[in-house]
C-alpha cells in the first residue's frame, strides 16, 4: 500500500510532539492515541480530559478509552496494559498496517508488531504541510514574536537602568548584575504576556563566543553580551526566536565593527532570500563575506573561532524544525530565522537574528525588533 493510503497513527502528549499538537491543536500531558484513516481524524482520551477535547480539539471524533472493547492483560490478572489497549483500538478500526513519526515510542512499536500491526515511520516531517504557513499560522507566530520581543524590551531595560561600577562591573537595583538576574527578568516580563520561557540565553565576554552557552556570573560593562530568547506561546505552542547583541557602556571600535559585520551579513542574506534561490550558497557567500571583511572561520587551538554554525532554521512548533538554511530552496510559506554571528574570544561574540516569512517575491520580517547595541 503506498504511503497515501496508509492510516496515520501518533501515540504521545501534544505538549512535547508538534505532530500531535498540529494534528488536534488540543493540548495534553499524557500520552493519547490519535488516528486518521481515509481522511477521518480521531483521538482517544482519558475521562480526565475528555469533556475538554470535545469541546477545543480540532479533530473529527473524539471517543473514550472506555468504549474501547474491553480486555485483560494477556501477561496476567488486572486491567489490559496500555499497549494492548492501543491494539485492540486499531484492530477495531481494521488498522492492520499505518505510518507514524519517526519518534514513535521503540517499545510500543516492537508490542504493536507482536499484534500484528506493522508501523512505518515517516522520515522528515510527518506532516508536510508543516513546512508551510498558512495565513492563520503566520498571525500566531507574530504573536509569538511580540511576546518574544516583550522579553528582549526587558532585558535591554534593565541593562539601560544599570550603573557601570568598579572594574565595569554592573549594579542594578544595588546588587551586582548577573546573567541569572538579567534572564529572570527577561523570563518574568515573557511570561506575563503568556509566553513560557525556555534556556534564555544571557552570555557576555568569552562566554558569547559558545554560541549555546546560556551564560552565567557577573556581567560587565563595554563588553559583548549575547541576549538570545525562543520562548513558546502558551495557547498556541508555537516558538518564537530573536537574538541581539548589545554593549552596556561604550564599544571598542574591534566590538563595534564586528557588530556591523554580523548586520552586513544579515542584511546581505534578507536580501538574497526569494523563491528558487538556494539556502547553501547564500550560506557560503555570507561565509566569504566575513572573510573578505577579516573575519575567517576555523580552529585557533582546539576551538572554532568565525561563523561556525549555520545562518538559520525553520521555526514553528518546534524551536529548531525543518527547514534548514543552507539545505533548502526557499518556497512561498516557509518561516526561517536569520541569525549569522562571529565569535573570536579576544573580542567576544555577536549574533543578531530575527525572523522572517518567504513570500512570492522575496521576504518578509515577522519580527521587528530594533537593532539596538550601546546601551
Same mark, same amino acid.
Given at each position: 500500500?503506498?504511503?497515501?493510503?496508509?492510516?496515520?497513527?501518533?501515540?504521545?502528549?501534544?505538549?512535547?510532539?508538534?505532530?500531535?499538537?498540529?494534528?488536534?491543536?488540543?493540548?495534553?500531558?499524557?500520552?493519547?492515541?490519535?488516528?486518521?484513516?481515509?481522511?477521518?481524524?480521531?483521538?482517544?482520551?482519558?475521562?480526565?480530559?475528555?469533556?475538554?477535547?470535545?469541546?477545543?480539539?480540532?479533530?473529527? =471524533?473524539?471517543?473514550?478509552?472506555?468504549?474501547?472493547?474491553?480486555? *485483560?492483560?494477556?501477561?496476567?490478572?488486572?486491567?489490559? *496494559?496500555?499497549?494492548?489497549?492501543?491494539?485492540?483500538?486499531?484492530?477495531?478500526?481494521?488498522?492492520?498496517?499505518?505510518?507514524?513519526?519517526?519518534?514513535?515510542?521503540?517499545?510500543?512499536?516492537?508490542?504493536?508488531?507482536?499484534?500484528?500491526? *506493522?508501523?512505518?515511520?515517516?522520515?522528515?516531517?510527518?506532516?508536510? =504541510?508543516?513546512?508551510?504557513?498558512?495565513?492563520?499560522?503566520?498571525?500566531?507566530?507574530?504573536?509569538?514574536?511580540?511576546?518574544?520581543?516583550?522579553?528582549?524590551?526587558?532585558?535591554?531595560?534593565?541593562?539601560?537602568?544599570?550603573?557601570?561600577?568598579?572594574?565595569?562591573?554592573?549594579?542594578?537595583?544595588?546588587?551586582?548584575?548577573?546573567?541569572?538576574?538579567?534572564?529572570?527578568?527577561?523570563?518574568?516580563?515573557?511570561?506575563?504576556?503568556?509566553?513560557? $520561557?525556555?534556556?534564555?540565553?544571557?552570555?557576555?565576554?568569552?562566554?558569547?563566543?559558545?554560541?549555546?552557552?546560556?551564560?552565567?556570573?557577573?556581567?560587565?560593562?563595554?563588553?559583548?553580551?549575547?541576549?538570545?530568547?525562543?520562548?513558546?506561546?502558551?495557547?498556541? /505552542?508555537?516558538?518564537?526566536?530573536?537574538?541581539?547583541?548589545?554593549?552596556?557602556?561604550?564599544?571598542?571600535?574591534?566590538?563595534?565593527?564586528?557588530?556591523?559585520?554580523?548586520?552586513? /551579513?544579515?542584511?546581505?542574506?534578507?536580501?538574497?532570500?526569494?523563491?528558487?534561490?538556494? /539556502?547553501?550558497?547564500?550560506?557560503?557567500?555570507?561565509?566569504?563575506?566575513?572573510?573578505?571583511?577579516?573575519?575567517?572561520?576555523?580552529?585557533?587551538?582546539?576551538?572554532?573561532?568565525?561563523?561556525?554554525?549555520?545562518?538559520?532554521?525553520?521555526?514553528?512548533?518546534?524551536?529548531?524544525?525543518?527547514?534548514?538554511?543552507?539545505?533548502?530552496?526557499?518556497?512561498? /510559506?516557509?518561516?526561517?530565522?536569520? =541569525?549569522?554571528?562571529?565569535?573570536?574570544?579576544?573580542?567576544?561574540?555577536?549574533?543578531?537574528?530575527?525572523?522572517?516569512?518567504?513570500?512570492?517575491?522575496?521576504?518578509?520580517?515577522?519580527?521587528?525588533? $530594533?537593532?539596538?547595541?550601546?546601551?
Amino acid at each position: 500500500m503506498s504511503k497515501s493510503r496508509l492510516s496515520r497513527l501518533i501515540v504521545a502528549d501534544s505538549e512535547s510532539s508538534p505532530d500531535m499538537l498540529h494534528a488536534t491543536r488540543f493540548f495534553a500531558p499524557d500520552p493519547f492515541i490519535f488516528l486518521e484513516k481515509n481522511g477521518k481524524r480521531t483521538i482517544v482520551l482519558n475521562d480526565l480530559e475528555i469533556d475538554r477535547g470535545r469541546r477545543t480539539a480540532k479533530v473529527d =471524533e473524539v471517543i473514550s478509552y472506555a468504549e474501547i472493547p474491553k480486555g *485483560k492483560s494477556k501477561q496476567g490478572k488486572g486491567p489490559a *496494559k496500555f499497549h494492548e489497549t492501543v491494539a485492540r483500538f486499531l484492530k477495531a478500526r481494521k488498522v492492520r498496517s499505518a505510518l507514524v513519526p519517526s519518534t514513535f515510542p521503540l517499545g510500543l512499536a516492537n508490542e504493536l508488531a507482536k499484534a500484528g500491526i *506493522k508501523l512505518s515511520p515517516e522520515t522528515g516531517l510527518f506532516w508536510k =504541510e508543516r513546512e508551510f504557513k498558512t495565513d492563520s499560522e503566520l498571525q500566531l507566530m507574530s504573536r509569538v514574536l511580540k511576546i518574544t520581543e516583550t522579553g528582549m524590551a526587558r532585558g535591554v531595560e534593565v541593562l539601560k537602568a544599570s550603573k557601570i561600577g568598579p572594574k565595569g562591573r554592573l549594579f542594578w537595583a544595588g546588587h551586582p548584575l548577573t546573567s541569572e538576574i538579567l534572564r529572570a527578568e527577561i523570563d518574568s516580563a515573557i511570561l506575563r504576556v503568556g509566553g513560557l $520561557p525556555a534556556n534564555t540565553i544571557v552570555a557576555g565576554g568569552k562566554q558569547g563566543c559558545d554560541p549555546h552557552e546560556r551564560g552565567s556570573g557577573p556581567l560587565s560593562a563595554h563588553t559583548l553580551i549575547i541576549l538570545d530568547i525562543f520562548p513558546r506561546d502558551t495557547r498556541s /505552542g508555537y516558538y518564537g526566536d530573536l537574538t541581539r547583541t548589545v554593549v552596556r557602556g561604550r564599544a571598542t571600535d574591534a566590538q563595534r565593527r564586528l557588530w556591523e559585520t554580523v548586520l552586513e /551579513g544579515q542584511t546581505l542574506a534578507l536580501n538574497a532570500m526569494k523563491p528558487g534561490a538556494d /539556502g547553501g550558497p547564500i550560506h557560503d557567500a555570507i561565509k566569504d563575506f566575513f572573510k573578505q571583511r577579516g573575519y575567517p572561520t576555523g580552529q585557533k587551538k582546539g576551538r572554532w573561532t568565525g561563523f561556525f554554525h549555520g545562518t538559520g532554521h525553520g521555526l514553528g512548533l518546534e524551536i529548531h524544525e525543518e527547514p534548514r538554511f543552507s539545505a533548502t530552496v526557499f518556497k512561498p /510559506g516557509q518561516v526561517i530565522t536569520v =541569525e549569522p554571528g562571529l565569535y573570536y574570544p579576544h573580542i567576544g561574540g555577536a549574533r543578531i537574528e530575527d525572523v522572517a516569512t518567504i513570500t512570492r517575491t522575496g521576504v518578509r520580517l515577522l519580527s521587528g525588533f $530594533p537593532k539596538v547595541f550601546e546601551i
